[in-house]
């Protein structure tokens, strides 16, 4: 038991057995681990007592904590939103949300390889990214056009800087097939052609945005793994702001996450990709292995 009557033991347990389930078909070493440690009392009496670090070395801890948050960007995550993307009128300035590094910017640079159906993409050196389909999903016969491009984030990584890039690869899991072959390939197509991300705050820094696309132009805002990361009331509010803003909103995001999108029970990892927060479009799997398109409700 810990100084202030908690056990710290349990709840380090169940945390590290729930992170063994997520971890579960994509990292048999996370999964051997995190089962590991809930079962070993030793190891957990040791987590235990990291709480006396936050007492002890409140500086140190707080200057890691402060440099650096989680920012994985995952190009594969482009093929689960590409046939949302390619249902939207040509041309197209897209506006990603969270942007992390811009990797999921580069829809036109990546190949597609949906089984049957390749999509060859304009850098013969980026990633190719293998998609599994499950049901009818639209996949679209190319790219659509993408007159401009922009990402917002709190913290934009800089593919051109080796730490950045260093921490973008600490945030891959282990064993985890060829994602960090992945990200150094788009890493490398990054920064042949940068990708804009402006440093701002998707709650308030959203519309200066919009307003520098071009006209003619389709907006498109979207963003994944992003609104997880912010409070539910500042969800509700970003949700407000993106309805009015008159743009196309594609959100693919844990379920529950986005206001307004319909949950179907499901919270096992994978994320629902939705128009508008209010159509669930499809069910794609968190990194971008799948996508499952879903049935247009009756009567849209
Ligand atoms: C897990 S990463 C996802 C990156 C990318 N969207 C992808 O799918 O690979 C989440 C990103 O959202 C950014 N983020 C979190 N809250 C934000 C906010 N309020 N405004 C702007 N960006 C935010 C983080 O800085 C981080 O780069």
Redesign the pocket.
């Known amino acids: 038991m810990s100084m202030d009557g908690l056990d710290p033991a349990i709840s380090v347990a169940e945390n590290y057995r729930v992170w063994a389930r997520e971890a579960q078909g994509r990292s048999p070493a996370y999964v051997t681990l995190a089962n590991a440690v809930a079962d070993d009392s030793t190891i957990l009496g040791f987590l235990g007592t990291l709480r006396d670090l936050v007492r002890q070395e409140p500086d140190r801890l707080s200057q890691v904590m402060r440099a650096r948050?989680?920012?994985?960007?995952?190009?594969a995550?482009c093929a689960t939103l590409l046939p949302a993307l390619a249902q939207l009128p040509e041309p197209l300035a897209l506006i990603?949300?969270?942007?992390?590094?811009g990797?999921?910017l580069l829809f036109d640079r990546y190949t597609y390889d949906y089984g049957d159906q390749v999509i060859v993409g304009s850098d013969p050196q980026a990633p190719t990214l293998h998609c599994g389909l499950r049901g009818p999903v639209p996949v679209p016969a190319r790219v659509p056009e993408i007159a401009w491009r922009a990402g917002?984030?709190?913290?934009?990584?800089d593919v051109s800087s080796d730490d950045d890039v260093r921490w973008l690869s600490c945030?891959l899991w282990p064993g985890e097939g060829d994602r960090a072959e992945r990200l150094a390939l788009a890493v490398a197509s990054a920064r042949r052609f940068p990708p804009v991300i402006q440093r701002?705050?998707?709650?308030t820094?959203l519309p200066a945005l919009v307003s520098q696309a071009p006209a003619g132009a389709t907006v498109v805002v979207y963003?994944?793994?992003?609104?997880?990361?912010?409070d539910p009331e500042?969800r509700e509010r970003?949700a407000e702001t993106a309805r009015g803003l008159g743009v196309a909103w594609l959100s693919?995001e844990a379920p529950g996450v986005v206001p307004g999108v319909p949950l179907d029970g499901r919270n096992d990892g994978t994320f629902v990709l939705a128009r508008d927060g209010a159509t669930a479009l499809a069910r794609t799997d968190g990194h971008g292995d799948w996508v499952e398109w879903l049935p247009v409700p009756d009567g849209s």
């Open positions: 948050r989680t920012q994985t960007n995952e190009a995550r990603e949300v969270g942007a992390s590094a990797l999921t917002l984030d709190l913290n934009p990584l945030l701002g705050d998707l709650l820094d963003h994944s793994a992003v609104l997880a990361y912010v500042d970003f693919n």
